[in-house]
Every structure is written in C-alpha cells, then in structure tokens.
C-alpha cells in the first residue's frame, strides 16, 4: 500500500512539474506579426511538451502538455478562445511523441525512438495547426484562399523552426536526464 502511495504522489508530482514547464516554456517567447489572427510565435514550450510525452508516456505526457499549453491559453485574451483545440493539439503532440518513445526498458532511453518521436509528434501538431489556421482564415474570416496561403507560408516557416527547436530542446534534456541515474530512477519509478 506504501509503495503504491509513493507511485501515485511521484506521478503526480512529476505531471505536474511538466505542466509547469510547458506553461513557462510557452510564456517564454518572440512574437512574430502576420497580419492576420493570432500572432505567430517563436517559443520553448513545444520542447516541454514533447519531454512530457518522453518521460510519462503518451496518455500522462499529452496530458501533461495539454493543460500546460491551456494555461497559457487561459491567461492571454489572444488566445482563450481556442483552449480547447490547443489541448486536444498538444495533447496529441506529447502521446504521439509518447506512444513512440516507450521502450521496453522504460521511456526516453532509446534515442532513435526519442528522435523519432519527437519529430513525429511535432509534425502532428504542425498539420494540425496549419489545417485550423487555414480553415478559419478562410471560413470564419472570409480570407480569399490566396491570402490564407500567404499568411500561412509565415505560420508554417516558423512552426518548421519551432518544431526543430523542440526536438532538439527535448533531445537534450533526455540526455541529461539518463546521464544522471537518480534522476533517471525516479522517472524508471513512476512508469
């Protein structure tokens, strides 16, 4: 009963350090101006989301980045009206990364799956957001099809860096995170 106490207060604790990190990684950030809708920016939360997916595996990590991502959404009146769809976005990012990172031994410790994973999952979110990006300038805002292309050349350029961020930001602390044995035993025990 103890130790099975102990696995749901680490799980907790450590879902709940990856919703802070996605928030504050996504509170770090360049704004990019492109006219039309919500501005574009340039931010470390993707890479959060991604680590989640790494470390808690697809349901917990996509958890974990959703919520994170909607408390970011839900304290910035550009972005509030579209929480729900960026918690099912990134939650999608972090279990698609998630759900490819597991391994046998554990989650995060195969790199090729880490890599794999990590790309896979930011290109999920990619299509994702670019096709609603689309959608509603042409639907909701009655942009000509040309204009919306243009618009989201500027999206897609800097989602593309974002994505090659995170993936790299994720890479990283996955390294870090198995070169340390203490650090890797209590992700090993929560999994």
Request: net charge positive; aromatic share 10%.
């Amino acid at each position: 009963m103890t130790s099975e106490k102990n696995y749901t207060t680490k799980k907790i604790a450590i879902v709940a350090l990856m919703i802070g990190l996605v928030y504050v990684g996504s509170l770090i950030s360049f704004y990019i101006p492109v006219g039309i809708g919500t501005p574009t920016r340039l931010h470390l939360g993707n890479g959060f989301c991604l680590l989640a997916g790494m470390i808690l595996g697809p349901i917990w990590g996509g958890f974990a980045a959703g919520v994170g991502s909607v408390f970011l959404d839900l304290t910035n009146p550009a972005y509030i009206a579209g929480a729900p769809i960026t918690f099912i976005f990134k939650f999608l990012m972090g279990a698609v990364c998630g759900a490819i990172a597991m391994d046998k031994s554990g989650h995060g410790l195969n790199k090729r799956k880490n890599l794999i994973g990590g790309i896979l999952g930011q290109l999920t979110y990619i299509v994702l957001y670019i096709g609603k990006t689309f959608l509603s300038l042409n639907l909701l805002f009655g942009v000509p099809k040309e204009g919306a292309w243009a618009t989201l050349a500027t999206k897609l350029g800097s989602s593309v860096i974002n994505a090659v961020f995170a993936v790299l930001i994720s890479m990283a602390l996955m390294l870090v995170i198995n070169s340390r044995p203490e650090v890797r035993r209590q992700v090993d025990q929560i999994n």
